[in-house]
């Protein structure tokens, strides 16, 4: 299969964008007038996949734009384009390969004519790489059962993951929401930053002859996640365990830099070079999920990531919830200039979806410049919020009443999977409420213009998307996360940016690595700028004076 792959000149090269442009600067609507305009809105705006459900109707275009914005995501073949990405092209210009992250979502077993069945069949993915996936699950079985046994004879209960952005975010987030499904004795922690005050913490109370390392680096070379693993492997045989073959494992695509570093072959799993690290949790990057988390969970979770992934090659545009959420920010961030995205997560599951959303979005589109080289539109929104109710007691008060501009997703959970359901009746009450006061607003002693009145308004009129679901379970998280992916990839479409490479991450890990080498005094810093001079200086007079 030959498919076009993604338009390479930006978005404001074609004459589409300037009819957006023109809306834009033509409307300033008020959301709950559009509501109450518009009887066709919510339904036109709503759709639904499974018990997933997403609504665009709080948000500030009405259906006239809705249908320009369509009309653009069609003049920019956007259909071709994700298809393209999909089945194994060429996608990733700059670095000359493909992005197939994808393929872990479809096992090509069971029922031939099933959509993952006939993906397989027609993409260009990696063939070996689900070998490799199952030789990881098959170590993660004999982890979850008790027959893996470390050194001194005890089965390993404890995965330490070592890894950072990519290897750390998405499996951190999906491990947190999958606590309902963890296997019994078993558990995981998260090593990311190279601050020592990160292993004490970490640390505290395993028996280390239970645990095992697992050292997540794609390239193999990552600075913070190589110096953990080699400060762990040397707190191992401070306790005693000399020799920690037995509990070390490795996930990265160079193979030959994790055997240098002493960690037996047919423990490292190899993830192709076309996985990028913030799409890749459900590769051996989650070993870590592999042998903590009952293997229906994981199953369910793919089945829910091919369901998106079905849905967002089959759906038409106006009706394809990744597409319908990616239209959203160009509109807001690309034509409005609205700059941040808040994502209100009413989940406690969801406590760690906003950091790896910051690295999905953050570092896939936060590119300035086109495929083609040219100046691209606004592209890296910025993007925060949390856990919620939480939220409502920290940052709330600046949605309802600051004076900088954002749009939110709001995602919301009708039954709990633990727990009392009344306290999730009273968690999504105030969800509702929080959706009520965005939208409307608050208005006391409207046109009297008393000035304490004045201070308690509240404008509303903040655009929201609802994503909202019957329950967190595994196949859900499922949806969820391939959804996020799938429309992070739909908006670099839009905008005409790769959003699989970083090469402004690749600099600055450059630049850290000279620096190391000054601080170890392997370099002269004679060509250092004034100001860095005098920071390395008084580090250097702190850290020798003990």
């Known amino acids: 299969m030959t498919l076009s792959t993604f338009p390479e000149t930006p978005a404001c090269r074609i004459c589409e964008w300037a009819d957006l442009e023109h809306l834009v600067k033509q409307q300033q609507p008020d959301i709950a007038e559009l509501l109450a305009d518009e009887p066709q809105r919510v339904a036109q705006l709503s759709v639904k996949l499974?018990?997933?459900?997403?609504?665009?109707?709080?948000?500030?275009?009405?259906?006239?734009?809705?249908?320009?914005?369509?009309?653009?995501?069609?003049?920019?073949?956007?259909?071709?384009?994700?298809?393209?990405?999909?089945?194994?092209?060429k996608v990733n210009k700059s670095e000359d390969r493909a992005a197939c992250h994808q393929l872990y979502r479809h096992a090509p077993d069971g029922d031939p004519q099933s959509f993952s069945a006939q993906a397989w069949q027609e993409a260009q993915w990696p063939r070996d790489a689900l070998d490799e996936h199952r030789r990881m699950e098959d170590i993660a079985a004999q982890i979850r059962a008790g027959d893996w046994l470390g050194a001194k004879g005890k089965p390993i209960t404890t995965i330490i993951n070592i890894?950072?952005?990519?290897?750390?975010?998405?499996?951190?987030?999906?491990?947190?929401?999958?606590?309902?499904?963890?296997?019994?004795?078993?558990?995981?922690?998260f090593i990311a930053n190279i601050d020592p005050l990160a292993h004490q913490e970490a640390l505290h109370g395993l028996d280390l002859a239970q645990c095992a390392l697992v050292l997540a680096s794609k390239s193999g070379t990552t600075l913070e996640s190589l110096a953990?693993?080699?400060?762990?492997?040397?707190?191992?045989?401070?306790?005693g365990i000399d020799d920690p073959t037995r509990h070390v494992f490795g996930v990265t695509a160079k193979s030959d830099a994790l055997t240098r570093l002493g960690i037996p072959a047919q423990q490292i799993f190899r993830i192709p070079e076309s996985v990028g690290g913030r799409f890749s949790l459900l590769s051996p990057?989650?070993?870590?999920?592999?042998?903590?988390?009952?293997?229906?969970?994981l199953n369910d979770l793919r089945k829910g990531a091919a369901a998106m992934d079905a849905h967002t090659l089959q759906s038409p545009i106006e009706r394809n919830m990744p597409v319908m959420l990616a239209l959203a920010s160009l509109w807001q961030h690309g034509l409005k200039g609205v700059q941040q995205h808040a994502i209100l997560a009413y989940n406690h599951g969801l406590r760690g979806i906003v950091q790896h959303l910051q690295q999905l979005v953050m570092e896939s589109n936060g590119k300035r410049l086109a495929i083609n080289g040219e100046p691209a539109p606004p592209s890296g929104?910025?993007?925060?919020?949390?856990?919620?109710?939480?939220?409502?007691?920290?940052?709330?008060?600046?949605?309802?009443?600051?004076?900088?501009s954002q749009h939110c997703d709001l995602l919301l959970f009708a039954r709990s999977l633990t727990g009392d359901q009344s306290m999730q009746d009273e968690l999504n009450a105030m969800a509702l409420g929080q959706i009520q006061a965005l939208t409307f607003g608050n208005q006391p002693g409207k046109g009297e213009g008393r000035a304490e009145d004045m201070q308690r308004a509240s404008p509303g009129n903040i655009p929201l998307s609802l994503i909202y679901c019957n329950?967190?379970?595994?196949?859900?998280?499922?949806?969820?996360?391939?959804?996020?992916?799938?429309?992070?990839?739909?908006?670099?479409?839009?905008?005409?940016?790769?959003?699989f490479d970083q090469w402004g991450v690749e600099h600055g890990k450059k630049c850290a690595g000279e620096m190391a080498q000054i601080l170890q005094g392997k370099a002269s810093s004679e060509k250092l700028d004034a100001g860095l001079t005098q920071l390395l200086a008084q580090v250097n007079n702190w850290r020798d004076s003990g």
């Open 228 to 239: 953990n693993f080699s400060a762990l492997k040397q707190t191992f045989r401070e306790q």
């Open 163 to 189: 890894g950072i952005g990519g290897s750390h975010l998405g499996v951190e987030a999906a491990y947190q929401a999958l606590a309902p499904y963890r296997q019994p004795g078993r558990c995981a922690v």
């Open 381 to 404: 929104e910025v993007i925060w919020g949390g856990e919620c109710s939480n939220g409502q007691h920290s940052y709330f008060q600046l949605l309802h009443q600051g004076n900088r």
């Open 471 to 499: 329950k967190l379970d595994a196949y859900t998280l499922g949806v969820l996360l391939a959804l996020y992916e799938n429309r992070t990839i739909a908006h670099a479409v839009l905008l005409g940016i790769n959003p």
């Open 50 to 89: 499974g018990d997933c459900c997403l609504d665009l109707s709080r948000q500030s275009f009405d259906l006239q734009a809705w249908q320009a914005l369509c009309d653009f995501a069609r003049a920019r073949d956007l259909p071709a384009a994700l298809k393209a990405w999909f089945y194994g092209e």
């Open 285 to 297: 990057i989650g070993f870590a999920l592999a042998a903590t988390t009952q293997p229906q969970a």
